[in-house]
């Protein structure tokens, strides 16, 4: 299971124009007399097994290349979609834009890509989030059976559990031995119904604990719930934690990532403090329409490898606070197989609140 200013810069890489078309193509066949090898026969053999072959290639890409958004613009995502779109297009000299469509929870964005022709050139960029619309039972369409997983971006974004500053537990195994001479008595603050609470599911599955979700919607709402005392434990990035732990008003239990966080570099992850199923990542992904051919799929995650190492694009990820590593196919692969397990077996008798 284990191995994973805003204007400014939407005013750069929002300039990513907009056409449309289509192609394809047709071939020819022959006949000759029986028993003989003309060459009208020996071409119409060529062609008719150049026509079998061709079922399975698919010109990529089109004029135009369309990344759905189930965002609002000036977010993180879409600002991560609008760097990829930018990066893209140069790449593979193909008009590629960025379309929001937030509307439905994400929903029509979803749908927009899930009846589109399987050509490559309709396109979703979402979080592993996805997982949780499907097994919370809020879509009806599975990410990896419904669509064609392509590409994941590894976040370096990541988030970690914490407490009051003042609190006696120093690591997540106080954490759990409170948690289990305490059932459903500790508090956790999140937002119910997506993966803020997937991530309270994993860590109460991991450790086997029972914990009392109370709601925080914002990380704000976290943050002030858990300096004030009003709850006793939740989860934020890490880049917010850092200025309260080094004030002593937050103390960080562990990382909720895979991997341990550079701003954390004391902190070991839930794995290392011998949880094994103990970690979630929101990383950046992109699917596309199901029955895609897997060439054109392998391509298009091709066409992003270069991503964190060009110069532009690098600045502008950290212009925006951004760390997002591209995953060759096989390792993308693995990751979405194994997000879908994760997250099926953490929602496994979980009241999603619907």
């Not at 029972?210 to 709601?215: I, K, M, N, Q, T």
Request: with cysteine.
């Amino acid at each position: 299971m284990m191995k994973k200013m805003i204007s400014i810069l939407l005013a750069g890489v929002m300039a990513v124009g907009l056409t449309a078309c289509s192609s394809g193509g047709k071939a020819d066949s022959g006949t000759a007399a029986k028993g003989t090898e003309t060459k009208t026969e020996a071409a119409a053999k060529g062609e008719a097994a150049a026509q079998t072959e061709g079922k399975s290639e698919v010109s990529w890409p089109g004029k135009q290349v369309t990344l759905y958004v189930p965002a609002a613009a000036g977010g993180g995502t879409d600002i991560f979609a609008r760097i990829v779109a930018t990066y893209l297009q140069e790449k593979i000299g193909a008009t590629v834009t960025v379309v929001n469509q937030d509307a439905g929870s994400g929903m029509v964005a979803y749908e927009s890509v899930r009846k589109a022709e399987p050509d490559g050139n309709t396109l979703l960029f979402w979080h592993t989030g996805f997982y949780v619309n499907y097994y919370s039972g809020t879509y009806d369409y599975n990410p990896n059976t419904d669509f064609t997983p392509i590409e994941m971006f590894q976040s370096g974004n990541g988030q970690v559990y914490v407490v009051n500053g003042k609190s006696e537990w120093n690591d997540l195994n106080d954490l759990v031995e409170a948690a289990k001479a305490n059932p459903g008595q500790i508090t956790y603050g999140c937002q119910t119904g997506g993966s803020a609470q997937l991530v309270a599911e994993i860590l109460m599955k991991a450790t086997d604990t029972e914990l009392r979700l109370v709601d925080a919607a914002s990380q704000t709402d976290k943050i002030t719930g858990v300096m004030g005392g009003n709850i006793d434990l939740s989860a934020i990035t890490a880049a917010s934690a850092r200025q309260y732990v080094d004030n002593g008003d937050l103390k960080v239990l562990g990382i909720v990532d895979a991997i341990p966080d550079p701003l954390f570099p004391e902190t070991k992850t839930g794995v290392e403090q011998g949880y094994e199923n103990l970690y979630w990542t929101q990383n950046l992904c992109i699917y596309g329409p199901a029955g895609m051919d897997e060439t054109v799929a392998k391509a298009i995650n091709e066409a992003v490898q270069g991503l964190s190492e060009d110069p532009k694009a690098k600045e502008q990820m950290e212009s925006a606070n951004l760390v997002m590593t591209p995953l060759n196919y096989e390792d993308s692969m693995a990751q979405f197989k194994d997000y879908d397990e994760l997250v099926k077996n953490a929602s496994e008798g979980v009241d999603w609140g619907k």
